[in-house]
């Protein structure tokens, strides 16, 4: 080509120097070249800053940081980075000379905003770089404003505040929170607005620390504090009391302040006083006392109770003696009650102190059988000092009791009370006639005890029925039986009221049951009771039911007679042993002179064999009597069983041992074995 002007473009990059050289050529080779450096202009940056962060930096201030374009999109020398941010803020935009780290502040707590970043070179504006912020908030730099606290009562306090400076709030104030030193009941509180608050439960007569701090979703703020006090108001009780008896006419008081003052205690006021009246009454500044001049055996109170300028509070006081000693007068309005037949309560009115000259410890009841068969037995029951009453159990049902109480102190016990009476539950005798027995001679002797507890119980069972009341079966008592003819035989026993019933509303209850002409069932026997038989007995000797007035069969008269001659025949034979192998011995028993044999102090064997009846052993007999006085002797002769046990015979036969009286002592049979005779336990 031929010399001239060319355009080369799109080969080469702004701001980079070129250097060109040109040379001609023919065929026979190229000539020298013409050099010329060259550089290309500036163009505008073709790439955006990089690495472009914001960071909060405090309070309505982001932190700001990023690094030039890379190399090659500079197009120049970078003159400046132009930092934009929407929506506006004061002081933007702002252009730096050079990348780096920048703090911008003025930006609105809890707004978002869009911010922007280019370079620049002296041909243009690159490419910017964009990210969005939120200005975060932070806790209140500044505390609440007009603090103060004012007295609104004895345990009232007005607290009232304002918000901290609009520009130092650094965020929406979610509430304030009020605390005070010392505690109060309803503090720490935290409330949702500025303003006058009124709050209760502080202490009376009490200076209060007390502070408040706002604070935002961030965080509490500083603090602002104040001192403010509640009125005075009467003190709380003393503490720790304590009253010693120095000597028998000296007392020593000592005592603790208040725990709640409730103001400044100016002085204590302390009273000794007796059941009579006030006995000493002074004011004191220490907390202690001595009073001097005073008599034993009397009950002194002291009290004592602090004063400010509100008044005196409560007294706290402490009863006690110089010396104690014995009550000298019993426990009053002693009563007692029969619960039933086997407990008692026994009540009495507590002395005071005063009356026992003492501090009661305890109270002492003692009690015994009213008329006893035995040596004297008296019972103890002891109780707390607080205790006005006890229930005493175990009791016969048959037997009335004495009782006195007495009270004692650490000085001894005192007086006895005068002796009440406990009676017996009231009772009545009542008999039974049952038929449709065989042989009342021979069923009579078998089993009596089971026969007459199955008898016993069947009574019972009916009367709760027909009274709709409860009646123990040990409320039936003395029972026994007795033949009237072959055919019938009598049940008599006694019967105890309950604590529902008496003995005369038992007893017309049991005339109903029998005018049913009931039957029941004894020892696999069905047995009638006779309605016509008046149950009502005034005394153990009263005459059985009449009897019946048409005759029995001759079947049954000939077997009682054969039944009651082999019954004859075996106790003849037995008296006659029983008097043979033993000489008698007499004893005095309760002013009945008792001849019995010393057989029955031993466990001596006595087989009788008659005809029609099987052969009996009269078993291992009870010992009787240590001496011949009768000190020792248990005076209770009553209801015992003979034991007898079969020896090769078909069945046993025993009866019942009822008491023996001198008038008898010679008469050991009567109608069946053992019928009168005296065995004593």
């Known amino acids: 080509p031929s010399a001239g002007t060319y355009t080369v473009d799109g080969v080469y990059r702004p701001a980079t120097q070129y250097n060109c050289s040109v040379f001609a050529s023919n065929s ?12 290309t202009p500036e163009d505008a940056p073709s790439g955006p800053p990089l690495n472009f962060a914001i960071t909060p930096a405090g309070p309505r201030t982001l932190e700001f940081s990023w690094s030039p374009p890379a190399e090659s999109d500079r197009n120049g ?17 702002v252009t730096f000379s050079d990348a780096g780290t920048y703090t911008l502040d003025g930006f609105v707590i809890a707004s978002q905003y869009n911010c922007s970043l280019f370079a620049s070179t002296s041909a243009g504006d690159g490419p910017a770089v964009t990210q969005d912020v939120i200005a975060p908030e932070y806790a209140p730099s500044s505390p609440p404003l007009d603090f103060t606290i004012e007295a609104a009562g004895t345990t009232v306090l007005e607290f009232s505040w304002s918000p901290p400076a609009e ?126 001049s005073l008599s034993p055996y009397v009950p002194y109170t002291v009290s004592v109770s602090a004063s400010t300028p509100a008044g005196a509070g409560q007294s706290r006081q402490r009863t006690i003696f110089t010396r104690e000693g014995a009550p000298n007068i019993p426990p009053k309005n002693v009563a007692t009650v029969r619960l039933n037949g086997t407990h008692m309560n026994v009540t009495w009115d507590r002395l005071t102190p005063a009356e026992a000259r003492g501090f009661p410890t305890g109270y002492i009841i003692t009690y015994e059988e009213e008329q006893q068969r035995k040596k004297r037995q008296i019972q103890t029951e002891e109780v707390g000092p607080d205790e006005s009453y006890k ?84 409320h039936i008592t003395s029972a026994e039986l007795s033949c009237q003819g072959e055919t019938e035989i009598i049940f008599r026993a006694r019967i105890y009221s309950t604590p529902d019933a008496n003995s005369t509303f038992l007893i017309s209850k049991l005339e109903q049951w029998i005018a049913s002409a009931p039957s029941i069932v004894v020892q696999s026997n069905r047995l009638n009771l006779d309605p016509q038989c008046d149950i009502r007995l005034q005394s153990t000797d009263d005459s059985f039911c009449p009897k019946p007035t048409s005759p029995p069969p001759l079947g049954v008269i000939a077997g009682a007679a054969v039944g009651g001659v082999g019954v004859i025949i075996a106790v003849i034979l037995a008296l006659y042993i029983f008097r043979k192998i033993r000489r008698r011995k007499s004893y005095n028993i309760r002013g009945h002179s008792l001849n019995v044999s010393p057989i029955e102090a031993y466990s001596t064997t006595y087989s009788v064999c008659t005809n029609p009846y099987p052969m009996m052993n009269l078993g291992p007999l009870p010992p009787l009597i240590k001496d011949e006085t009768g000190a020792d002797v248990k005076s209770n002769p009553g209801a015992e069983y003979c034991d007898v046990k079969d020896n090769d015979c078909s069945s046993g036969i025993y009866e019942e041992i009822h008491p023996q009286t001198s008038d008898e002592e010679e008469s050991y049979v009567e109608n069946t074995l053992c019928d009168d005779v005296n065995l004593i336990r």
């Open 28 to 39: 026979a080779g190229d000539g020298p070249p013409a050099y010329e450096v060259q550089t």
């Open 391 to 474: 229930v005493i159990g175990n009791l016969e049902l048959t037997r009335s009791y004495v009782v006195t109480v007495s009270a004692s102190t650490i000085g001894g016990r005192g007086m006895v009370s005068e002796k009440i009476h406990a009676e017996s539950p009231p009772s009545s005798l009542f008999q039974l006639r049952l038929t449709g027995i065989p042989n009342c001679t021979i069923w009579r002797f078998f089993e009596t005890d089971k026969k007459i507890s199955e008898i016993k119980s069947a009574v019972v069972m009916n009367l709760q029925e027909y009274c709709d009341c409860s009646v123990p079966l040990t």
């Open 77 to 93: 020398i970078i003159i400046g980075y132009t930092l934009i941010c929407q929506p506006d803020v004061e002081g933007l935009p």
């Open 167 to 292: 520009e130092e709030r650094n965020g929406v104030i979610t509430g304030y929170t009020l605390s005070c030193q010392p505690p109060a009941d309803q503090l720490p509180a935290v409330f949702s607005d500025a303003g006058e608050y009124i709050l209760d439960g502080f202490i009376a007569g009490t200076e209060y620390n007390c502070s408040v701090v706002a604070s935002t979703s961030v965080g509490s703020g500083p603090l602002t504090s104040t001192m403010g006090s509640t009125e005075d108001d009467i003190p709380g009780e003393v503490r720790a009391l304590n009253v010693t008896a120095v000597a028998d006419t000296t007392l020593y008081a000592s005592w603790s302040e208040p725990l709640i003052t409730n103001g400044i205690i100016l002085f204590y006021n302390v009273i000794v006083e007796t059941t009579t009246g006030t006995v000493d009454n002074r004011s004191v500044n220490s907390l202690d006392i001595t009073f001097n």
